[in-house]
């Protein structure tokens, strides 16, 4: 005796149809695009305009064989856990203060405050750093106006120049979600450890660390990730050192137009980013 | 006008572990008052939504005034519902919410004002026609939330635990009222609820869930006065259970007494006694004839006002006692005491 | 540190991330409103970059490109993420895929997601250009949308809309009626959103452009690689304050549409 299926097919039919143009657009201009990518790596030439091509591992085998790429690889992911650390170390007091040292009053103009400039534009972002750090600019000024010191050449085109500009990029993320875990944790908690004796350090380190982590977490991967294959922030600020595996990969599409090498290494720059987070997961989880 | 409501073998799970309903066989009778009573996680809500038609069932067949109903999506089984949170649209007035099932079935509007008014004059709340939901107090919203599932006459009203959100003033008020309406619309109601207070007050016919099964059902009076199962017998108001061996016109407890009914009952090995169904003697008092007499310890005595709930200890047993105001024996704790009451009083239990 | 030396501390600190945060942008519209060409101090008044920039043809056709690409992918992608937040929270099956799916566009480079689809589009047929340029922008405002409308959506009480069908609305006259206006701060935020994602999106569009066809970005860029004069800061620190703008109207409509 079983009631007829119509009424449930009916809604599920229904839901279907509102997720099919979303999720269909989505599979056209991304996932299917980088599937096509992943084949493109495994080619010698881009299959267009009569040209020979044939199914090769010679694009990987030069990307991850050349010293000069595994070089950039490294130089990349160090580039981007530098980035990711200074963002945690720098954004998540600040997290913690906005949820939980700020008063409800002021908070949520704060918040709003902190995240404003992340979503505003990330190209003038950068560029405005690099008006502010070249050399006989505001902070020459600055520096030399209110020290004894003389300033000699300028921040800008300077690794550290890239790190500043990814760090000021990218902090919001974890400003975010830090905020996010953090609130969800009830005064409650907090008070309950300080009327147990804790000090205020040992409830944070105690309390609010672990249980703030997986946000935390999840914001340093949202960092890692885009930072590995930054080329914009590199190219404004870094100039001669401003060369990473981002700025090579735009290189290969855009200058030198060997687009399965450029798939290869961007694959291979995908798989080294997920092994990172993969193997940094368990530690984040026994941390906890 | 007001349908019955027969649900057959309805069975619906949600994924592995008890199921939300087992093969539950319910009749609510035409204009009558229905309470399905349960704990939380029962299936009642459950039970409610495959009615209004928000779920669907796995098994068994759900009919409206005989009609099958399990192909109607709920636009068309004609019912009205009131929700726990009441669900009043917020972005319209009470009158547009009143009036919004009649929109919905193209009445003209001359008619919706009239039907509407007459909703709102059912309720008691004429006049606030023009107010929103969030200008008026709770037991307000709860009218208009009534008002809109009658303003529609519909085939039957389903409730979902229309009194858990009012304060107990309000509560007492309600449950007259909502007897009141529901006599003068005659409308077939069906109401879920975690209150054994509220199934009791406001039912013609009360049936008890436990997973998904409904263990027992019947008029309020008969299904407290003789619950089914031990479960029953403690969720429907408060009981003493006893389980010893059974013995002709009752059972013998471990330690060698018998308790005895008036039921025909043979084999049942489980009997319950409810606190206020018992007196409290003191050991030199005489025992009525032919009643149960059990002595024990007092524990303690708790004073709520109007009643003094005892709590006494024979042994491994606890057993309770409810006095009313100023009756009884004057006793301390460790006292003994004898708990006695006619054998009409002890339900014999099936499991 | 007694509590309130940390506490005092805890608001230095934050006081110094908005610094560091806001400096450059500071800087940067002062500069826009200096005199001298080559950022020289100390600072003299001056509108004429912004008197240059109402000349500069260039700039101003690759702004107005922006701005219709955006306006068409706030459209699009408002309706089809809509859609979908609408229909994830029924909860259907594999919600939790369907969710994890919106993330890549999002979280892969996306170096990455513009070379793929410079490179599907090429080999499809379909090339470079605004249309190109287009389809990328939705695909990244989509995820967004989503996010935010799910946000409202949760907020819903989900017996109003049950209501109104046990009253005998059909689920899209319910939907209409109902849901939509709860909705609609929601919907308009993320349109709003939508908007800013693609008016602000640099890489997409530096990779599917067509030469001539600039987006005011891309034209930011290829300006700054040139060498920089003033008027690129005059015209980046406009757009930065229309985003900032448009932003902060979305936070409001968010917020304030919970106010019922």
């Known amino acids: 005796m079983r009631p007829p299926p119509s009424l449930r097919a009916r809604e599920a039919r229904g839901t279907a149809a509102l997720l099919a143009p979303a999720y269909l657009w989505l599979t056209a201009a991304v996932f299917v695009p980088l599937a096509v990518m992943l084949g493109l790596s495994f080619l010698t030439e881009t299959p267009f305009g009569g040209r020979d091509w044939a199914v090769t591992l010679g694009q990987y085998e030069d990307a991850l064989g050349k010293p000069l790429y595994r070089e950039l690889l490294r130089r990349s992911l160090l580039l981007a856990g530098e980035v990711t650390l200074w963002c945690v170390v720098i954004g998540w007091p600040a997290a913690f203060v906005l949820a939980k040292v700020i008063g409800p009053r002021r908070r949520g103009a704060l918040f709003l405050l902190t995240i404003l400039p992340f979503w505003s534009n990330g190209l003038v972002r950068v560029f405005s750093w690099a008006i502010l750090l070249r050399g006989a600019g505001v902070i020459d000024w600055a520096v030399e106006g209110l020290t004894p010191l003389e300033v000699e050449g300028s921040l800008l085109f300077t690794r550290e120049a890239v790190v500043i500009g990814l760090v000021h990029a990218y902090l919001p993320y974890v400003v975010l979600t830090g905020y996010l875990s953090i609130s969800a944790i009830g005064d409650d908690l907090l008070e309950a450890a300080r009327s147990l004796g804790a000090s205020r350090w040992l409830v944070f380190l105690r309390v609010v660390a672990p249980l703030s982590l997986p946000g935390v977490a999840a914001g340093a991967a949202l960092v890692f990730v885009p930072v590995a294959g930054a080329f914009m922030e590199p190219r404004i600020l870094g100039g001669r050192e401003g060369t990473f595996l981002g700025t ?22 995908l798989a080294a980013v997920l092994a990172v987070l993969a193997v940094s997961a368990p530690a984040v989880r026994a941390a906890r | 006008m007001s349908a019955e409501i027969r649900l057959e073998g309805v069975s619906r799970r949600f994924g592995p572990g008890t199921p939300a309903a087992d093969a539950v066989d319910l009749v609510v009778p035409e204009g009558s008052f229905y309470g399905l009573l349960g704990p939380s996680g029962s299936g009642k809500t459950t039970l409610l939504r495959l009615v209004a038609g928000f779920e669907t069932a796995d098994a068994g067949r759900i009919l409206i005034g005989g009609a099958p109903a399990e192909a109607l999506p709920p636009e068309r089984r004609d019912l009205g519902v009131v929700f726990q949170s009441y669900a009043l649209f917020p972005n319209m007035s009470v009158a547009e919410n009143v009036g919004f099932g009649l929109r919905a079935r193209n009445l003209p509007r001359r008619e919706r004002r009239a039907r509407v008014e007459e909703a709102l004059a059912l309720v008691r709340l004429e006049g606030l026609g023009g107010r929103r939901p969030h200008a008026l107090s709770g037991g307000q919203r709860q009218r208009v939330a009534l008002a809109r599932a009658l303003a529609v006459r519909p085939r039957a009203l389903l409730l979902d635990e229309p009194l858990s959100a009012l304060d107990r003033a309000l509560r007492a008020e309600m449950q007259v009222e909502l007897r009141r309406i529901q006599r003068e619309a005659g409308v077939t109601t069906l109401f879920v609820t975690h209150d054994q207070e509220e199934a009791l007050t406001l039912s013609d016919r009360i049936g008890l869930l436990r997973d998904g099964r409904l263990v027992q059902e019947g008029p309020p009076r008969d299904v407290y006065r003789r619950p089914r199962t031990a479960w029953a017998a403690r969720f429907l108001g408060e009981a003493t259970v006893f389980e010893g061996t059974p013995a002709p016109g009752g059972l013998t407890l471990p330690d060698g007494a018998r308790i005895r009914w008036s039921d025909a ?22 025992v009525p004839d032919g009643w149960n007499a059990l002595d024990a310890e007092l524990e303690v005595s708790i004073f709520s006002g109007p009643t003094a709930t005892h709590r006494l200890r024979r042994g491994d047993l606890a057993l309770a006692a409810l006095t009313k105001g100023g009756e009884g024996p004057a006793a301390a704790p460790g006292d003994r005491l004898i708990l006695a009451w006619p054998p009409e009083r002890t339900a014999p239990l099936e499991g | 540190m007694s509590g309130r030396g940390w506490r005092n501390a805890g608001r230095l600190w934050l006081g110094l991330v908005l610094l560091f945060l806001y400096l450059p942008i500071a800087v940067m519209a002062a500069m826009s409103l200096n005199a001298s060409p080559f950022y020289q101090l100390p600072f003299e008044f001056s509108w004429r970059w912004y008197d240059d920039l109402a000349g500069n043809r260039q700039l101003q056709r690759a702004a107005w490109t922006s701005i219709w690409i955006a306006l068409a992918t706030a459209a699009i992608a408002t309706a089809l993420g809509t859609a979908a937040a609408v229909a994830l929270h029924r909860g259907p099956r594999g919600r939790r895929v369907l969710e994890a799916l919106l993330f890549p566009p999002i979280a892969v480079p996306w170096l990455i997601t513009g070379t793929a689809m410079l490179v599907f589009f090429f080999l499809v047929g379909i090339g470079r250009g605004n249309g190109a340029v287009l389809v990328g922008h939705v695909a990244l405002a989509i995820p967004y949308v989503v996010l935010v409308v799910s946000a409202r959506l949760r907020a819903l009480d989900p017996a109003l809309e049950e209501a109104a069908r046990s009253l005998g609305a059909s689920r899209w006259t319910a939907f209409r009626r109902v849901t939509l206006p709860f909705l609609a701060p929601g919907v308009i935020a993320g349109a709003l959103f939508a908007f800013a994602v693609s008016f602000d999106q640099f890489v997409i569009s530096y990779f599917l452009q067509a030469p001539g066809q600039t987006t005011l970005p891309v034209e930011i860029y290829a300006a700054i690689r040139k060498g920089f004069t003033p008027e690129i800061n005059a015209v980046s620190t406009l757009v930065i304050g229309v985003s900032m703008a448009l932003l902060l109207l979305v936070a409001r409509l968010v917020r304030f549409g919970d106010l019922r």
């Open chain 1, 248 to 269: 090579v990969i735009e290189d290969q599409f855009t200058a030198v137009f060997n687009w399965p090498f450029g798939a290869a290494l961007s694959f291979v720059l």
């Open chain 2, 265 to 286: 009952a043979p084999g049942a090995a489980l009997a319950a006694i409810r606190p206020e169904d018992v007196t409290l003697l003191r050991p030199s008092d005489p």
